[in-house]
Protein backbone atom coordinates (compact mmCIF):
# COMPACT_ATOMS: atom_id res chain seq x y z
CA UNK A 1 0.00 0.00 0.00
CA UNK A 2 3.30 2.77 0.28
CA UNK A 3 4.89 1.56 -2.38
CA UNK A 4 5.92 4.46 -4.53
CA UNK A 5 6.02 4.04 -8.34
CA UNK A 6 9.20 5.31 -9.09
CA UNK A 7 9.13 7.12 -12.13
CA UNK A 8 8.04 10.56 -12.19
CA UNK A 9 4.95 10.20 -15.28
CA UNK A 10 4.73 13.59 -17.12
CA UNK A 11 2.60 12.11 -19.02
CA UNK A 12 0.17 10.66 -16.77
CA UNK A 13 0.20 14.72 -15.01
CA UNK A 14 -0.84 16.22 -19.09
CA UNK A 15 -3.39 12.73 -18.92
CA UNK A 16 -5.15 14.21 -15.77
CA UNK A 17 -5.24 17.72 -17.23
CA UNK A 18 -7.95 19.30 -14.74
CA UNK A 19 -6.11 19.53 -11.31
CA UNK A 20 -7.67 20.53 -8.43
CA UNK A 21 -6.43 21.42 -5.44
CA UNK A 22 -7.32 23.73 -2.22
CA UNK A 23 -7.62 23.46 1.71
CA UNK A 24 -10.22 21.16 1.48
CA UNK A 25 -10.06 19.71 -1.58
CA UNK A 26 -9.61 15.21 -1.49
CA UNK A 27 -10.22 14.14 -4.74
CA UNK A 28 -7.37 14.55 -5.92
CA UNK A 29 -6.24 11.30 -4.97
CA UNK A 30 -8.33 9.90 -7.16
CA UNK A 31 -6.65 11.39 -10.52
CA UNK A 32 -4.65 7.74 -10.54
CA UNK A 33 -7.83 6.51 -11.39
CA UNK A 34 -7.75 7.97 -14.84
CA UNK A 35 -10.25 9.62 -14.51
CA UNK A 36 -14.22 9.29 -14.74
CA UNK A 37 -14.32 8.64 -18.34
CA UNK A 38 -17.07 9.04 -19.89
CA UNK A 39 -20.63 7.38 -18.41
CA UNK A 40 -23.19 6.93 -20.50
CA UNK A 41 -26.61 7.90 -19.14
CA UNK A 42 -28.20 7.18 -22.48
CA UNK A 43 -29.61 3.64 -23.33
CA UNK A 44 -27.02 1.34 -25.86
CA UNK A 45 -28.03 2.52 -29.59
CA UNK A 46 -26.69 -0.47 -30.89
CA UNK A 47 -29.73 -0.99 -33.53
CA UNK A 48 -29.18 3.25 -34.41
CA UNK A 49 -25.57 3.58 -34.77
CA UNK A 50 -26.02 7.01 -36.69
CA UNK A 51 -27.82 7.87 -33.07
CA UNK A 52 -25.11 6.33 -31.02
CA UNK A 53 -22.52 8.05 -32.82
CA UNK A 54 -24.38 11.45 -32.40
CA UNK A 55 -25.29 11.21 -28.84
CA UNK A 56 -21.34 10.04 -28.21
CA UNK A 57 -20.28 12.99 -30.13
CA UNK A 58 -22.85 15.24 -28.43
CA UNK A 59 -21.30 13.91 -24.71
CA UNK A 60 -17.86 14.87 -26.05
CA UNK A 61 -18.89 18.23 -26.67
CA UNK A 62 -20.69 18.50 -23.00
CA UNK A 63 -17.61 17.45 -21.58
CA UNK A 64 -15.57 19.50 -23.22
CA UNK A 65 -17.72 22.44 -22.87
CA UNK A 66 -17.35 21.60 -19.14
CA UNK A 67 -13.87 21.70 -19.00
CA UNK A 68 -13.29 24.64 -21.14
CA UNK A 69 -15.68 26.92 -20.23
CA UNK A 70 -14.58 29.52 -17.77
CA UNK A 71 -11.08 28.88 -17.92
CA UNK A 72 -8.81 31.60 -17.67
CA UNK A 73 -5.60 31.53 -18.46
CA UNK A 74 -3.23 32.41 -15.64
CA UNK A 75 0.85 32.92 -16.22
CA UNK A 76 2.74 31.21 -13.32
CA UNK A 77 5.02 34.62 -12.58
CA UNK A 78 7.69 32.11 -11.53
CA UNK A 79 7.72 29.38 -14.06
CA UNK A 80 6.98 31.49 -17.03
CA UNK A 81 4.25 29.21 -17.84
CA UNK A 82 0.57 29.77 -18.78
CA UNK A 83 -1.74 27.37 -17.33
CA UNK A 84 -5.92 27.50 -17.60
CA UNK A 85 -7.76 27.76 -14.44
CA UNK A 86 -11.40 27.84 -12.94
CA UNK A 87 -12.02 29.04 -9.68
CA UNK A 88 -14.87 26.60 -8.81
CA UNK A 89 -14.91 28.49 -5.10
CA UNK A 90 -13.39 28.85 -1.67
CA UNK A 91 -10.58 26.12 -1.79
CA UNK A 92 -11.59 24.74 -5.12
CA UNK A 93 -9.61 25.69 -8.03
CA UNK A 94 -9.16 23.63 -11.46
CA UNK A 95 -5.83 24.27 -12.51
CA UNK A 96 -5.50 22.49 -16.28
CA UNK A 97 -1.90 21.71 -17.14
CA UNK A 98 -0.62 21.35 -20.70
CA UNK A 99 2.39 19.25 -21.09
CA UNK A 100 4.53 22.01 -22.03
CA UNK A 101 3.36 23.64 -19.14
CA UNK A 102 4.11 21.00 -16.55
CA UNK A 103 7.68 20.26 -17.89
CA UNK A 104 8.59 24.09 -17.76
CA UNK A 105 7.06 24.47 -14.55
CA UNK A 106 10.03 25.00 -12.04
CA UNK A 107 8.41 23.26 -9.24
CA UNK A 108 7.61 20.12 -10.70
CA UNK A 109 10.98 19.93 -12.77
CA UNK A 110 12.03 20.31 -8.78
CA UNK A 111 10.23 17.22 -7.66
CA UNK A 112 11.19 15.14 -10.83
CA UNK A 113 15.53 16.24 -10.36
CA UNK A 114 15.34 15.13 -6.68
CA UNK A 115 13.15 11.98 -7.56
CA UNK A 116 9.78 12.50 -6.24
CA UNK A 117 6.67 12.34 -8.11
CA UNK A 118 5.71 15.26 -9.96
CA UNK A 119 2.11 13.96 -10.75
CA UNK A 120 1.24 13.54 -6.80
CA UNK A 121 2.65 16.96 -6.08
CA UNK A 122 -0.54 19.17 -5.31
CA UNK A 123 0.41 22.37 -7.40
CA UNK A 124 3.12 24.51 -7.78
CA UNK A 125 3.27 26.65 -5.22
CA UNK A 126 3.94 29.73 -7.19
CA UNK A 127 0.97 29.28 -9.16
CA UNK A 128 -1.25 29.07 -6.73
CA UNK A 129 0.25 32.45 -5.76
CA UNK A 130 -0.59 34.11 -9.31
CA UNK A 131 -3.77 32.76 -9.35
CA UNK A 132 -4.54 34.56 -6.09
CA UNK A 133 -3.29 37.80 -7.91
CA UNK A 134 -5.30 36.95 -10.79
CA UNK A 135 -8.65 36.90 -8.33
CA UNK A 136 -7.29 40.24 -6.78
CA UNK A 137 -6.76 41.94 -9.89
CA UNK A 138 -10.30 40.84 -11.38
CA UNK A 139 -8.56 38.71 -14.10
CA UNK A 140 -9.80 35.40 -12.58
CA UNK A 141 -13.48 34.89 -10.88
CA UNK A 142 -13.48 34.32 -7.53
CA UNK A 143 -15.97 31.70 -8.16
CA UNK A 144 -16.51 30.89 -11.98
CA UNK A 145 -20.28 32.08 -13.36
CA UNK A 146 -20.04 30.27 -15.93
CA UNK A 147 -22.94 27.51 -16.35
CA UNK A 148 -22.02 24.65 -14.53
CA UNK A 149 -23.24 20.87 -15.88
CA UNK A 150 -24.12 19.76 -12.85
CA UNK A 151 -28.31 20.55 -13.01
CA UNK A 152 -28.47 19.06 -16.17
ZN1 LIG B 1 5.20 26.81 -11.50
Partial sequence: MTARREAPDVDQLARSMLRLYGAHDDHEEHDHNGGNGIRSKAPDFVSDPDRAAAVREATLRDRERYLTSGLVSVDCRFCHVAVQVKKLGPGHTAVQWTTEASQR??????????GGESARARACPKLADSIKHAVAEGCLEEISSAPSPGDG
Fill in 105 to 114: CAYFAEIRQS
